[in-house]
C-alpha cells in the first residue's frame, strides 16, 4: 500500500519561495509506471494541477505556473519535492503530492494522494 | 485548458437510491487509442481525494460496484446505483488528455 506525507512550512512570508517534500513508502519513485506530481487546491476553489515528474526525471509543468515552479526527485530518499518561488497571497492553498498511473504517457488517474498540508503565504 | 463543467453542484441523496453526477469538457476526451481520459474521485472531509474511475469506466481497485462511469467525447456520468451513508462527500471529475485540470465538484450529502 503506496503512502504519501507532505512536509514543510505552514506559513510562507510574501515573495519568498515555497520549499515542500513528499515522503514516499510502499512504492519506487524509480519505477517507469508512474508519474509523481504536485495539486493544490486554494480555499474554497477547485483543484489545480502544478506539474509533476517522471522516474527518468522528466519533468511537465501547468504553463500557468512553469516559471516560477520546480519539482525534483531525491531517488536515494524516496521522496520528490516542489519549489514555489515569489509566493504571494494568491498561492495560499492546500497542496497535495501524489502518485499518477498512466498509459502510454498519458495519466489515467490519481491513484494515490497524500493527506495534503495548508501552506498560508502572509507576512 | 479544457474546461470541466460538473451538474449538479449539490445532491441531496436519499439512501438506498440512485444518484447521477454528470461531467462536460469542452473539448474531447477521447484519444486515439479509443480510451477517455477521464477519472472521477470522491473527496471526503478530513481525507485526501480518492480514485473511484479512471479511463471513463473503469473502477479502481477497491471500489464498491455500486459505483459506475459512462460516456465518451465531451459527455460523461457517474452513476452509484444505491447510495449509502458513507458515500457523502465532493466528487470531482478531471480530465489528463492535456495539462489536467478538474471539474468544480459535486457535492453530495445525505437528505
Known amino acids: 500500500q503506496v503512502h504519501l506525507q507532505e512536509s514543510g512550512p505552514g506559513l510562507v512570508k510574501p515573495s519568498e519561495t515555497l520549499s515542500l517534500t513528499c515522503i514516499v513508502s510502499g512504492d519506487s519513485i524509480s519505477s517507469n509506471r508512474h508519474f509523481w506530481g504536485w495539486i493544490r487546491q486554494p480555499p474554497g476553489k477547485g483543484l489545480e494541477w502544478i506539474g509533476n515528474i517522471f522516474y527518468s526525471g522528466s519533468t511537465y509543468y501547468n504553463p500557468s505556473l512553469r516559471s516560477r515552479v520546480t519539482i525534483s526527485a531525491d531517488t536515494s530518499k524516496n521522496q520528490f519535492s516542489l519549489k514555489v518561488t515569489s509566493m504571494t497571497a494568491a498561492d495560499t492553498a492546500v497542496y497535495f503530492c501524489a502518485r499518477a498511473a498512466m498509459l502510454r504517457g498519458i495519466i489515467t488517474g490519481v491513484d494515490s494522494w497524500g493527506q495534503g498540508t495548508l501552506v498560508t503565504v502572509s507576512s | 485548458d479544457i474546461v470541466m463543467t460538473q451538474s449538479p453542484l449539490s445532491l441531496p441523496v436519499t439512501p438506498g437510491e440512485p444518484a447521477s453526477i454528470s461531467c462536460r469538457s469542452s473539448?474531447?476526451?477521447?484519444?486515439?487509442?479509443?480510451?477517455?481520459?477521464l477519472s472521477w474521485y470522491l473527496h471526503k472531509p478530513g481525507q485526501p481525494p480518492h480514485l473511484l474511475i479512471y479511463l471513463g469506466s473503469n473502477r479502481a481497485s477497491g471500489v464498491p460496484d455500486r459505483f459506475s462511469g459512462s460516456g465518451s467525447g465531451t459527455e460523461f456520468t457517474l452513476k452509484i446505483s444505491r447510495v449509502e451513508a458513507e458515500d457523502v462527500g465532493v466528487y470531482f471529475c478531471m480530465q489528463a488528455l492535456q495539462t489536467p485540470t478538474f471539474g468544480g465538484g459535486t457535492k453530495v450529502e445525505i437528505k
Open positions: 473539448q474531447s476526451l477521447l484519444q486515439s487509442d479509443g480510451y477517455n481520459y
